[in-house]
């Protein structure tokens, strides 16, 4: 059954979020939803509320926690360059070959 969590709980879930690790958001939600009985939607939005007040408390202090989940961009565009290249390369290859033996 849903419900709201202890201040001690909120504790447990803030300590979790702030430790400087790339899964501490993850954590921090399945801890909030273990407490309150709550959805993942649900869970998600009252961490990110609660990220929102650390980061307006201490903005400094807090400031990593905003870049989450901006690595899994730069992989993919990195993955969609590199494969390119190897695609041109290739057709440029099978191309010269082909004119080669038309020659």
């Known amino acids: 059954m849903p419900r709201e969590l202890t201040n001690m709980e909120i504790e447990h879930v803030t300590k979790a979020l702030t430790t400087e690790s790339s899964s501490s958001f993850i954590s921090a939600v399945k801890l909030y939803r273990r407490y309150s009985g709550k959805g993942l939607k649900e869970c998600k ?17 807090y400031s990593y926690l905003s870049k989450r989940g ?4 730069a992989v993919l565009v990195l993955f969609l360059v590199i494969t390119t290249l190897v695609v041109l390369l290739l057709t440029t290859n099978v191309l010269s070959a082909i004119i080669s033996l038309l020659k």
Request: charged fraction near 45%.
């Open 70 to 73: 901006k690595g899994c961009m």
């Open 45 to 61: 939005k009252a961490v990110d509320d609660i990220v929102a007040e650390l980061q307006r408390l201490e903005p400094d202090k």
